[in-house]
């Protein structure tokens, strides 16, 4: 089993950052990427980051330039560095881990973050 705790999320302004931390935990091995989604009131969850076991990263158009992800393979832990947040980027994000060789994915409980003045 893997657990995932999320950490992070809070209101903030517009044009404010955030860090989300997702740590994993449990019988991880051989991690092949570990993403976020998010999933806004009335809408379908959508993929916003991912990093790959080789640091391969990839970003939603709505994101690129704003949001970073990057990963500390040591605390098995994922982050997204979010700047200049905006309205539409109101959301619960979850924490989501892909393992090999079976491609299990495991979701974290999510985190909520507001952005409104």
């Known amino acids: 089993q893997v657990q995932l705790v999320e950490s992070g999320g809070d209101l903030v302004q517009p044009g404010g950052s955030l860090r989300l931390s997702c740590e994993a935990s449990?019988?991880?091995?051989?991690?092949?990427?570990m993403n976020w989604y998010r999933q806004a009131p009335g809408k379908q969850r959508e993929l916003v980051a991912s990093?790959?076991?080789?640091?391969?990263?990839h970003y939603t158009d709505s994101v690129k330039g704003r949001f970073t992800i990057s990963r500390n393979n040591a605390k098995n832990t994922v982050y997204l560095q979010m700047n200049s947040l905006k309205p539409d980027d109101t959301a619960v994000y979850y924490c989501?881990?892909?393992?090999?060789?079976?491609?299990?994915?495991?979701w974290g409980q999510g985190t909520q973050v507001t952005v409104s003045s």
């Open positions: 989501n881990v892909v393992l090999m060789p079976t491609m299990r994915q495991y």
């Open positions: 449990g019988s991880i091995f051989n991690i092949y990427a």
């Open positions: 990093i790959t076991s080789r640091d391969s990263t």
